[in-house]
């Protein structure tokens, strides 16, 4: 769905929100804090915006954020678990602004981290960057996919290939999707005022996955790290225009 410019407006705002909860989250994370803490710090953020939380009571989802630490891919529930020195950490942050939704996530280190965790961040990140220089009008949706994973596979890791990115407005999940891989097929072509939530998650190990037992947290299932880099992103005529960035 295309987007008009007073829609777009409150999806900016909405993404500024965001930004600001991966903020308050990052300078948060060191050892010893726990991720229900994190959670209270983004759940303060929204508080102070008067932005309601995309993810809290999503099919019963208990937190405001996501917090996915070391071989957890995404969606793990905020909880008693402490930060170790070493560990990774994935954050997912999402904010409604008068209806329209901004959804975003990052990974981080906790204090000094391996050689190979830091360059699997770097590299997911990047791959997240080359995705979004795809997003031009014109353009057709599945070569963001395949950016992401050529920058992935090029440094040795892989992309899961289960949860992928979407569109995004008046709810956090739209159609269409947007695989982090290249699928075999094109997709549609891109337009202005479509938006789209990229992010991609790699594994430093093989893709396949598994879910606990609480039915939200995505483990790896060769126990390896996994990262995830996320951003609501639009298309616009100059090209693509990250809301959820400081």
């Not at 957890?72 to 909880?79: C, D, F, L, Q, R």
């Not at 959804?103 to 699997?120: E, F, H, K, N, P």
């Not at 014109?138 to 899961?160: D, H, P, W």
């Not at 430093?204 to 483990?219: A, H, R, S």
């Amino acid at each position: 769905m295309r987007r008009n410019a007073h829609e777009l407006d409150k999806m900016r705002r909405a993404g500024r929100v965001v930004a600001e909860m991966h903020e308050a989250t990052r300078a948060a994370i060191r050892p010893g804090i726990t991720t229900a803490q994190l959670n209270d710090v983004a759940a303060e953020v929204l508080a102070k915006r008067n932005a309601r939380s995309n993810f809290l009571g999503y099919h019963g989802f208990p937190a405001v954020i996501c917090t996915s630490p070391n071989d957890m891919i995404v969606h793990g529930i905020p909880g008693s678990y402490v930060l170790q020195e070493g560990d990774i950490i994935s954050v997912d942050c999402g904010a409604i602004i008068e209806g329209y939704h901004g959804d975003a996530a990052y990974t981080a280190g906790v204090g000094d981290i391996s050689d190979v965790a830091q360059r699997l961040l770097d590299v997911t990140e990047r791959s997240l960057w080359a995705g979004i220089e795809q997003m031009v009008k014109g353009n057709r949706l599945n070569e963001i996919g395949r950016a992401v994973q050529q920058v992935a596979e090029s440094a040795g890791f892989s992309v899961v290939r289960e949860y992928v990115g979407h569109a995004i407005g008046t709810a956090m999940h739209e159609s269409p999707q947007v695989p982090n891989y290249w699928p075999g097929v094109p997709g549609p072509t891109l337009k202005e005022g479509m938006v789209f939530a990229v992010e991609p998650m790699v594994n430093v190990g093989g893709i396949e996955t598994y879910v606990l037992d609480d039915g939200w947290g995505v483990m790896t299932a060769d126990g390896s790290l996994s990262a995830h880099f996320e951003h609501t992103i639009a298309i616009t005529d100059n090209g693509p225009e990250v809301f959820t960035i400081a």
